[in-house]
């Protein structure tokens, strides 16, 4: 049997990780600026989360959600208090996909409503209703068709005001990245965010704010909706939450009250992957890898924006893009084989930089100094 061939890949075998670091099977050292995209967050092979992990292994790895599993209120408690949102609740599940798909469902069971409203570059997910919610026509399969999305520019509030006074009463839940990933690290304006939550408040619509990328930490504060003094209805989340152990989630407001049967999941808060995420929280809080995450993300920003050559420095803490002119669309590549640096990217030609939120200052220089190599002379 051979795999279903959907990924254009690097003919490169990651082997090993540790923190910032990660090894192929020849034993090269690559310094890891991508955390296998946006993922890693406490960095690869951290002891705690490698120590929490085993021991919950070594006692119990799976039971169903028709029993107490503490585990989870735990997670509840702590990511509560990390994020500012003690009185939210928390539903746990499998990816980020999984956390949007909930998260529009759960606001049309809210308010009955059936639009959705979604913005010009936005991913959300594979699943039905995330990916149509997702600006790419190209992974729509026309069974995901639907007329329920309208798609509104990013950061324009006049067509955000329009769409709610010609809809609003029909409209049943807003989602937005505050940073857009796939679409190339474009950060939501905080006057649009504040925008989004007025009119969702005044219409009773759900403001889902999509943390999936953006969220955890990466920003430098723990929800980069955060930085606009707004409160979404959802905040959905998944990449950092359990540094590569599978897990998504939901914190759901006070005001959405559930029934039981509304939402369910089998493998979603499993005692592995309540572990995992656990570790990872831990970790953050210990290490005030927040906290790190503003000052690394400054940090970068600020000497990148003395770069030549560099068309646009975007982003907001750990989750940064530089945009390339065309003739230096080589770049990404030249930093993997030639520096060894794994980078992501966006298109048409955007280095995106989404590493462990505790990566220091000496993997920072070596990048800058790297990116300067390649684009000197140009
Ligand atoms: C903003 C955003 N939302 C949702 C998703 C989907 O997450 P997953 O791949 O875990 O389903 C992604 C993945 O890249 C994302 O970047």
Known sequence: ???FDVYPINPIEIVKGNGSYVYDANG????DLYGGHAVISIGHSHPHYIQRITDQLNTLGFYSNSVEIPLQQQLAELLGNISGKKDYQLFLCNSGAEANENALKLASFYNGRKKVIAFKGAFHGRTSLAVSATDNPKI???????DHVIFLPFNDEEALEQ???????????VIIEGIQGVGGIRVANHRFLQKIRDLTTAYDVIFIAD?????????GKFYSHDHAGIQADIYSMAKGMGNGFPIGAISISPKIKPWFGELGTTFGGNHLACAAALAVLETM????LIENAAQMGDYLIQELKGFDHIKEIRGEGLMIGIELPEELNQVKKE????NHIFTGEAKPNVIRLLPALNVGKKEADRFLE?????????
Do not use: D, H, W
């Not at 090269?28 to 310094?31: K, M, R, S």
């Not at 809080?285 to 005030?288: A, L, P």
């Not at 930093?335 to 030639?338: R, S, T």
């Not at 790297?370 to 140009?378: D, S």
């Open 1 to 3: 049997m051979k795999l």
């Open 28 to 31: 090269q050292e690559y310094l």
């Open 140 to 146: 729509i399969a026309p069974v995901n068709e639907t």
């Open 163 to 173: 769409a709610f006074a010609e809809q609003g009463e029909t409209i049943s839940s």
């Open 211 to 219: 943390s999936v990328q953006c969220g955890y930490g990466r920003s």
């Open 285 to 288: 809080e210990k290490e005030q």
């Open 335 to 338: 930093l993997l084989f030639k």
């Open 370 to 378: 790297a990116l300067e190599e390649r684009i000197k002379g140009f």
